[in-house]
Structures are given as structure tokens and as C-alpha cells.
């Protein structure tokens, strides 16, 4: 019971957590393998909540995805109103869940470069978006609840994306850690996360998850390149990761800033 409490607290967009379905729970290492020692977001993340089973990706309007060959599995994590929570969005919303949990400051930028705190939200301050130009206005109804936190971040859905992602970041450097990402900056661009790591005698394996275009149940990648080590991905894997439905460099690894 303490368990599924801890959960509960960690994962309040669900009402009720099954501890069996927690990621490192449902996917063990591939064999000689051992996961990393990481904490903060990197653990968060280790931790959250799969759907039993394979389920189908669904789009945001319940209509299963075109294509369902991507996923090995689906993390239990709701796609929220509308055509909003795409690939950066999620990784934004999962990075934001986490901060909201930890009570730590939240903050992200628009695309615009212009700065959108929870704190400033909460005070019943809204941004006014014209154009390019964002001021901002007095007005809402403000408080600190998680029903007002999810509409603060659906005004971050709205005018985020993978630019902002980018340089909501920095570069990765080192052996990779559960809580990096990459990112491909543009229209179209692409992000996905590293949601665990595990190691062999130096050697890295990583899981990948991603959200998509139009909005969608966030998934765990299989890897298409090594059916035999799916879903993990060698850290050594050149200058191109190529996943599912993308191909990322090697470059486009990313960190947030405060997770060294």
C-alpha cells in the first residue's frame, strides 16, 4: 500500500496506479545488463506507468494511429483536449509532471523566445499572443491546483514546439542517462526521450520514447535496426540513431540544464 501511494503522488493524472505496470517493472534489461544508477528525473521516469499489455496507440480523438508497428509498449499518460500534446509536448508535460511533483519551479519558453512561468500563471496572470510579440495581462483565475497546472500547460502546448525545445536545452555530452533527449529542431522536427539506461561492462543500452504528429498516447520505440535487443538501443550507435519513424543525429542528443 505505501507503494502504490508513492504513485499516486508521483502520477496525479491518474486516479489509481498499479506498481506491477511501472516501467522497470515491465521491461527488464537485455541479459548481462544492469540499469544505471540515476535519480530526479532520470528515476521519475524509470518509474512511470505503462498500460497493460500492447494496447494501440490512439490519437488524441480515440482513433487508433495509422501505424502500430512503432511500440513495444504505452505509457499510461492521457493525451489531454484537442490536437495539443504532439512529441515536444510530451516530453514538455513529462518533464513538467516531474517539477510539479518535486514542487520545483516550472517555467517554459514559447517558440517566440518569450518565458511562460506556472508561478506568473498561478498568480492569475495570461499571455497575450499577437503575432510574434507576447505581453501579458491580468485576468484569469489563478490558484495552484493541478486542474489550473494542466491549463497552464496546454497554453505551453499551444505555442511550444521543437525550436523551443532546443533551447530549452543543452548539448549532451558524456555517456547518456535516463532523463536525455533528442531533439531535431524544425517544421517538421522531432523529439524523443531516453526513459531508461542500462549497462554492460561499459557498454550502454537505452530506451527511447516519443509522442507524434497529430497528437497521440506517448509510446515506448521498439528498435527496428536489432530486433534481438529491442526495445533498447546500443548507446554506440553511430552517427544516426534511427528509430521507428525517425532518423535522429548523433548530435541532437540533448540534457535540461539542471539534470548534470
Known amino acids: 500500500m505505501r507503494l502504490l501511494l508513492v504513485l499516486l503522488a508521483a502520477y496525479p493524472w491518474l486516479d489509481t496506479t498499479d506498481p506491477a505496470q511501472a516501467l522497470e517493472r515491465r521491461i527488464p534489461p537485455p541479459a548481462g545488463f544492469a540499469r544505471v544508477e540515476t535519480e530526479g528525473f532520470g528515476a521519475w521516469l524509470r518509474a512511470v506507468p505503462l498500460k497493460p499489455g500492447r494496447p494501440q496507440v ?7 494511429k495509422r501505424n502500430q508497428d512503432a511500440h513495444f509498449a504505452v505509457v499510461d ?16 508535460r513529462l518533464r513538467a509532471e516531474y517539477l510539479w511533483e518535486k514542487r520545483k519551479p516550472i517555467a517554459f ?51 511550444a514546439g521543437t525550436r523551443s525545445l532546443e533551447r530549452e536545452t543543452e548539448a549532451a ?10 531533439v531535431h529542431a524544425g517544421s517538421p522536427g522531432h523529439a524523443a526521450l531516453v526513459l531508461d539506461v ?16 497529430p497528437a497521440q498516447d506517448f509510446h515506448v520505440l521498439k528498435n527496428p535496426s536489432d530486433k534481438g535487443l529491442s526495445p533498447w538501443y546500443p548507446a554506440d550507435f ?16 540533448r540534457r535540461f540544464r539542471d539534470d548534470r
Not at 499518460?77 to 514538455?92: E, P, R
Not at 518569450?114 to 505581453?135: H, I
Not at 489563478?142 to 505551453?156: D, H
Not at 555517456?175 to 533527449?181: F, M
Request: with cysteine; charged share 25%.
Open 77 to 92: 499518460l492521457d493525451t489531454g483536449k484537442g490536437d495539443l500534446q504532439q512529441c515536444a509536448d510530451c516530453v514538455i
Open 238 to 253: 553511430g552517427e544516426e540513431l534511427k528509430t521507428s519513424e525517425w532518423t535522429f543525429a548523433r548530435g541532437e542528443r
Open 173 to 182: 555530452s558524456g555517456a547518456i542517462e535516463p532523463g536525455d533527449l533528442f
Open 109 to 159: 519558453h514559447f517558440t517566440s523566445g518569450d518565458l511562460c512561468e506556472w508561478s506568473r500563471w498561478a498568480e492569475g496572470w495570461r499571455p497575450v499572443v499577437s503575432g510574434s510579440q507576447v505581453s501579458w495581462k491580468k485576468g484569469g483565475a489563478g490558484g495552484n491546483g493541478y486542474a489550473e497546472f494542466r491549463r497552464y500547460l496546454r497554453t505551453v502546448f499551444l505555442y
Open 58 to 64: 490512439l490519437l488524441h480523438d480515440g482513433r487508433p
Open 198 to 213: 542500462a549497462e554492460k561492462d561499459g557498454k550502454r543500452v537505452f530506451l527511447l520514447g516519443q509522442g507524434y504528429m
